[in-house]
């Protein structure tokens, strides 16, 4: 049923510091005509999953549909502001627009999040088997993307360490991340994203623009999981360079998450 939920505060964190994307260092970013280093997009994420999850508990980490879109970055120690609205006051299922807002009011990222009365189908790619493993990492460029050529399967098994380390960064209190069985965080969930694209190039300073999440059963630490990745889509818009990733993770050979991952791989000049 749809709910009423409470808007949060919280001061942004830069969790990416020591990344090898170094649109999260002052210097690099200035570059770009940013006032700082970037707070990255999937810990925004993750605090606008917060309230949610307050509400919905394990049941909006199980199953349901993500929309979330950066339009400005948040910068270390901006006070966040997150708030959500009912999209379908007379909807049963959930159905939600959570919103970022900074102290000056600016939009930040949204989040739409709902249950579906039916999941969508599964996307063929999902089939996909992984492709050959590359000797190295390249730098990434327009003709070095092949779009539907996967890349190799990445074998992954989140630990408590590893996920603890993401909640700790979201200062996120939720029982649902404590425990044995704990509950994968929506944090270190798409910063396991990212990670797919950066395993396939050098990415110098990128920037996460958004993605579409489709999720299918609850991730938890210890789970054995496969990840699948296939560039998609590629284009230019303004100067940038566009890249957009099909991403399956795998839990006992079912698909447990689908996301459409989408990023600016090459910055216009400021």
């Known amino acids: 049923m749809n709910a009423n939920i409470s808007t949060l505060q919280i001061l942004a964190l830069n969790d990416a510091e020591q990344s090898e994307n170094r649109i999260h260092s002052d210097e690099v970013a200035a570059r770009y005509g940013f006032k700082g280093a970037l707070v990255s997009g999937v810990n925004v994420f993750g605090y606008l999953s917060q309230p949610l999850v307050r509400i919905y508990g394990e049941q909006w980490l199980q199953r349901g549909m993500l929309d979330v879109l950066f339009m400005k970055p948040a910068y270390q120690d901006d ?3 997150i708030s959500t609205e009912n999209l379908d006051d007379t909807s049963d299922q959930r159905s939600h627009l959570t919103s970022a807002h900074n102290e000056q009011g600016q ?3 949204r989040l739409e999040s709902w249950l579906p009365t ?3 189908k599964l996307n063929d790619l999902a089939h996909s088997a992984g492709g050959k493993a590359n000797k190295e990492r390249e730098e990434i460029s327009w003709d070095r993307i092949e779009l539907g050529s996967p890349a190799p399967l990445f074998s992954w098994q989140p630990s408590i360490e590893e ?4 909640v700790q960064m979201q200062r996120d209190q939720s029982p649902l991340y404590q425990g044995e069985a704990q ?3 929506p944090y270190f969930l798409l910063d396991a994203c990212n990670k797919a694209l950066m395993r396939m190039f050098i990415l110098p300073a990128w920037v996460h623009t958004g993605s579409k999440l489709v ?4 991730i938890r630490v210890g789970d054995t999981l496969q990840v699948l990745t296939v560039p998609i889509d590629k284009w230019e818009r303004k100067g940038h360079q566009f890249i957009k990733l099909y991403i399956a993770i795998k839990k006992d050979n079912d698909v447990a998450l ?3 991952h989408t990023a600016i791989f090459r910055l216009a000049a400021a």
């Open 163 to 166: 996920n603890q380390a993401h």
């Open 79 to 81: 006070l966040l502001t």
């Open 183 to 185: 509950y994968i965080h």
């Open 215 to 218: 999720l299918r059963e609850g």
């Open 118 to 120: 039916s999941m969508p």
């Open 107 to 109: 939009l930040l990222a």
């Open 258 to 260: 689908e996301v459409e």
